[in-house]
């Protein structure tokens, strides 16, 4: 079976999630590029999938660089952004399920608990 490509998984993100960028919540419309960002980053072992991807608008992508996403949301908050915080969860629960139903991903599941339970662990904070 054929592997969606990056424009499709693009697509499908945004169809999912809407048009907006996950990090800022710019409107990915106009002179507003969309990109699709890994949640779990590639060099940490997050697979090309589409449940590990996010759109985010080119800013936020390569600011984000290989920061984790937990990380990456705390850092979108201290700059006065909009991060959507229950999307992420809904992304990030959905790669465990991925994972588990196909299997491999060794790399990426340590780094894939560690910030759902970071992400778990901001919500008093933020109630």
Known sequence: MRQ??????L???RERDGDTCLWCSRSLVG???ATTDHV???VKGGPSWLENE???CRRCNGE???RGAVEWLDECERRGWAPDAER????????VTAIAERGGQRRARPHLDAQLRR???RRPAAA
């Open 4 to 9: 969606p490509g990056r424009r499709e998984r």
């Open 11 to 13: 697509d499908a993100a």
């Open 31 to 33: 002179t507003v590029a």
């Open 40 to 42: 779990v980053p590639k």
């Open 54 to 56: 996010v759109a985010a």
């Open 64 to 66: 984000r660089g290989h």
């Open 88 to 95: 992420l969860e809904r992304v990030l629960v959905s790669l």
């Open 119 to 121: 992400l778990r662990k």
